[in-house]
């Protein structure tokens, strides 16, 4: 077996998949049913990444993605020094891509799961790019502690990795940020004088704020 030809196979064919939202039916490329059946017998500790791999193109075909998910991100984590860090990155973001979209319809259920992904990815670097971290993963990292209420970790996160946004959205993303984390530790107060002395770039934070 072409182990990168595989390889890239299923990851292609993830993203196809991943792309077309939660609930979507998935999409079939040719030969991959051919990889999956023949790592059916394969030993792990050759060809671990692929197996890791086949494991998730088989999550966007189930019934029961979020318990697949759970045991996908358990071996992920336990295992992953095995993976180099460009497979390691891209496995990373297509769970927390699927972690996102629940997010986005109002599910809870696996956030403890994403939570846990995203300190990962802090500890291993993986979610810094040219010394920036997007908008986007910064507030869900956010979102993700302050609904656990794990929120001294989600202060010092602010504190620490502010400095990674981008200079036109830093402040803003930030405050609103700081703003959401006191509003759910009820402190109007502190809130209201974060919200009061910031002047928002950008629409969306005004409107949201």
Not at 68 to 78: S, T
Not at 90 to 100: A, D, E, K, R, S
Not at 173 to 186: D, E, G, R, T, Y
């Amino acid at each position: 077996m072409d182990k990168y030809f595989s390889l890239q196979k299923l990851i292609l064919s993830i993203s196809l998949n991943s792309s077309s939202g939660i609930f979507s039916s998935t999409r079939e490329l040719p030969f991959v049913l051919e990889i999956i059946k023949g790592l059916e017998t394969t030993r792990e500790d050759k060809y671990f990444s692929l197996l890791l791999f086949k494991d998730l193109y088989q999550f966007f075909n189930s019934e029961e993605k979020d318990i697949l998910f759970v045991k996908i991100k358990n071996k992920y984590i336990k295992q992953r020094q095995n993976l180099d860090i460009h497979l390691s990155k891209t496995l990373l973001n297509f769970l927390l891509n699927y972690g996102v979209r629940k997010l986005s319809v109002g599910e809870t259920d696996l956030i403890k799961e994403q939570f846990e992904l995203y300190k990962v990815g802090l500890k291993d670097n993986l979610l810094i790019y040219n010394d920036r971290i997007t908008d986007n993963t910064f507030s869900n990292v956010i979102i993700c502690g302050a609904y656990l209420k794990e929120y001294e970790w989600t202060e010092k996160f602010i504190n620490n990795y502010g400095f990674f946004l981008s200079d036109a959205s830093r402040a803003d993303i930030i405050a609103f940020n700081k703003a959401n984390l006191n509003f759910k530790q009820q402190r109007f107060q502190k809130t209201l004088e974060i919200l009061n002395n910031t002047h928002f770039k950008k629409l969306l934070y005004l409107v949201n704020a």
